[in-house]
């Protein structure tokens, strides 16, 4: 590992400036504010840019750690916004050859992130991943990865409470919703059906119509289906199939991570597959519910005592594949009676602590189950 000694950037003028290359998927944006809010803390005269995708910055809003924004969908804008910027230190948090190299030509004094597919070549601090058999990376915690990396600049333990912010145009987005559908006074529980990673993460979509009409029938909640912009159709599907005037969908709405977000602060629960959604909840300290599928739950632990993960044990899993090459068993044998099931189990459990918002406790969640 190739390292620094100092944990201050040296750099002329009153204030350096540190470059924060954030990851591309939501979730894993989501895990990293443990790490961010340590760096804030411990560098706090520092300049901090956050480097990202453009359709993160609705999650972002709000977040008071950074002192601006570069947009990196286009790698020489970026390279060129950077370069203008003298960039004391550059975090890497993505693993990609791409963000390595675009770091390095944007002249970034220091560059530190984690080897892989020899873009250590490009690194001033090249960490290894902190699990690893020979060259192959064993599933780690991708929070406590991130956390590692701020921690090799100095910086406390950052913890694992992850943290987002809601702006006030969010939250009035969100609000109007509840006052259309009369749901000031009445428990709402979210699903989310979609998976950006790819179509083996996601639950059968007949599956969630059920579960939908199950809660609304059974248990007389509200329930709102989450969609992204991608995802309105499966949504609208879902909604159509329950065939209830509980149940309702944002694909009827003008969806962004915003008020995805900002409705989530709100629910009593959310069902979910593996996806940001289900980090997003969690930095509200709501009860969540995660259906596993392909993926090996280690690399998105979150260490929130209010979730509960349901995997079902099957001989090819979990294969880490985005599609599935067989018969998806991993996922339709959750069925729709079982989740339904533990769905009512954990809304119960925290029926009395999920109508507000509370802080987000610093607790190991000893309540896991496998099917």
């Known amino acids: 590992m190739n390292s620094q000694h100092s944990h201050s950037p040296?750099?002329?003028?009153?204030?350096?400036?540190?470059?924060?290359?954030?990851?591309?998927?939501?979730?894993?944006?989501?895990?990293?504010?443990?790490?961010?809010?340590?760096?804030?803390?411990?560098?706090?005269?520092?300049?901090?840019?956050?480097?990202?995708?453009?359709?993160?910055?609705?999650?972002?809003?709000?977040?008071?750690?950074?002192d601006g924004h570069i947009y990196s969908d286009h790698f020489w804008t970026t390279v060129r916004q950077l370069r203008r910027r003298e960039v004391a230190w550059a975090l890497l948090f993505p693993n990609s050859l791409r963000v390595a190299l675009a770091a390095w030509l944007a002249g970034c004094q220091r560059r530190i992130g984690y080897r892989q597919d020899g873009r250590h070549w490009w690194l001033?601090?090249?960490?290894?991943?902190?699990?690893?058999?020979?060259?192959?990376?064993?599933?780690?915690?991708?929070?406590?990865?991130?956390?590692?990396?701020?921690?090799?600049?100095?910086?406390?333990?950052?913890?694992?409470?992850?943290?987002?912010?809601?702006?006030?145009?969010?939250?009035?987005?969100?609000?109007?919703?509840?006052?259309?559908?009369?749901?000031?006074?009445?428990?709402?529980?979210?699903?989310?059906?979609?998976?950006?990673?790819?179509?083996?993460?996601?639950?059968?979509?007949?599956?969630?119509?059920?579960?939908?009409?199950?809660?609304?029938?059974?248990?007389?909640?509200?329930v709102l289906v989450l969609c992204g912009p991608k995802e309105r159709l499966v949504a609208q599907e879902i909604v159509e199939r329950a065939g209830h005037p509980l149940v309702y969908g944002l694909h009827r709405e003008k969806v962004n991570l915003g008020l995805v977000k900002a409705c989530l602060r709100r629910v009593a629960l959310l069902v979910t597959t593996d996806s940001g959604p289900r980090h997003m909840a969690v930095a509200f300290d709501r009860p969540v519910v995660t259906l596993f599928g392909p993926t090996h739950i280690a690399w998105t632990e979150t260490f929130h005592p209010r979730s509960l993960y349901l995997q079902q044990i099957v001989p090819c899993g979990p294969c880490q594949?985005?599609?599935?090459?067989?018969?998806?068993?991993?996922?339709?044998?959750?069925?729709?009676?079982?989740?339904?099931?533990?769905?009512?189990?954990w809304l119960q459990r925290w029926q009395a602590t999920s109508a507000t918002v509370e802080p987000v406790r610093l607790a190991s969640s000893k309540d896991r189950l496998a099917a």
């Open 10 to 66: 040296q750099h002329s003028g009153t204030a350096p400036t540190l470059v924060v290359f954030l990851p591309n998927w939501v979730g894993d944006v989501v895990m990293s504010t443990p790490a961010l809010r340590s760096l804030r803390q411990h560098f706090a005269q520092a300049r901090i840019i956050a480097v990202h995708r453009a359709y993160l910055a609705e999650l972002l809003a709000g977040c008071p750690w950074f």
């Open 124 to 222: 001033t601090d090249s960490l290894d991943w902190p699990a690893r058999c020979g060259r192959r990376r064993l599933p780690f915690p991708t929070m406590l990865a991130y956390n590692q990396l701020v921690m090799h600049l100095g910086c406390p333990e950052p913890g694992v409470r992850m943290e987002l912010f809601i702006t006030p145009e969010q939250e009035q987005a969100a609000a109007r919703i509840w006052r259309k559908q009369n749901w000031q006074s009445r428990r709402v529980v979210a699903l989310h059906p979609g998976a950006a990673y790819g179509s083996a993460k996601c639950w059968p979509t007949d599956y969630f119509a059920e579960l939908a009409r199950r809660l609304a029938v059974s248990e007389d909640c509200a």
């Open 321 to 345: 594949l985005r599609h599935c090459p067989r018969d998806h068993r991993c996922m339709r044998e959750l069925t729709p009676d079982f989740v339904f099931e533990q769905a009512c189990r």
